[in-house]
């Protein structure tokens, strides 16, 4: 059972546009997502992060979406520049210890 | 440290063998956390501590694995009899746990990764 859904695996990007990464998920009781970026051979790292009482949380390039009625969020970035390739997993949990991940998705910037 | 540590960072065994991984996570952290990484897969929960004890194994895929943390710090998850279905990155995690049932910013820290290669 797969509780945080990232349905597209990749995606590329011109630099300087804007890329859109989507992540759903089934578990209503999940109150609290982040986002984490991941270089190949590297540990995952924090990006950002919303709160379930929020729609909207903003942090430089960075835009994370949620609409709880869609059990859906999404990470803007804009503009996007090469050094943003990498893997980008979404995680839920229900304030609690346990953080459910998704399967990620790769995003390429072209130059 | 400054960040959290994992050795080896590379390990290749044969089919059969046991293995060991260990995690030295970012001193303070009451939490710990190991995931692990197939091909082509997402993170895969594995086992939580905090501190020593483990309040949640359910993500342990099978009684071949198990894992122990000494000390509130350094933890070591040990594959017996590797099969090589377990060959995959092993990620652990830290973070400063909860304070009065609430999370902290929900910030987890990873480390590298352990690449387990079962031939």
């Given at each position: 059972d797969q509780q945080v859904k990232q349905n597209s695996p990749s995606l590329s990007v011109q630099e300087g546009r804007i890329s859109i990464l989507n992540c759903d998920y089934t578990n209503s009781m999940f109150d609290y997502f982040l986002w984490y970026k991941k270089y190949p051979a590297e540990g995952p790292t924090f990006l950002i992060s919303i709160s379930s009482i929020k729609d909207k949380n903003e942090d430089g390039r960075f835009t994370v979406f949620l609409n709880k009625s869609a059990k859906h969020l999404s990470l803007h970035i804009v503009p996007s520049q090469p050094g943003d390739s990498a893997v980008y997993f979404c995680a839920a949990t229900s304030g609690t210890y346990k953080y459910i991940f998704g399967t990620g998705t790769r995003l390429k910037v072209l130059a | 440290g400054a960040g959290v540590s994992q050795s080896p960072s590379n390990k290749v065994t044969e089919k059969g063998k046991d293995v060991e991984l260990r995690c030295d996570p970012i001193s303070g952290h009451t939490a710990l956390?190991?995931?692990?990484?197939?091909?082509?897969?997402?993170?895969?929960?594995?086992?939580?501590?905090?501190?020593?004890?483990?309040p949640d194994k359910s993500g342990l895929p099978s009684d071949r694995f198990s894992a122990e943390r000494t000390g509130g710090s350094v933890s070591t998850l040990t594959i017996q009899r590797t099969q090589q279905e377990d060959s995959a990155v092993y990620l652990c995690a830290s973070s400063a746990g909860l304070a009065g049932g609430i999370p902290n910013t929900g910030e987890l820290f990873f480390g590298e990764g352990s690449r387990l290669t079962v031939l």
């Open positions: - | 956390y190991w995931y692990r990484q197939s091909l082509g897969q997402g993170l895969e929960f594995l086992i939580y501590f905090q501190g020593n004890s483990a």
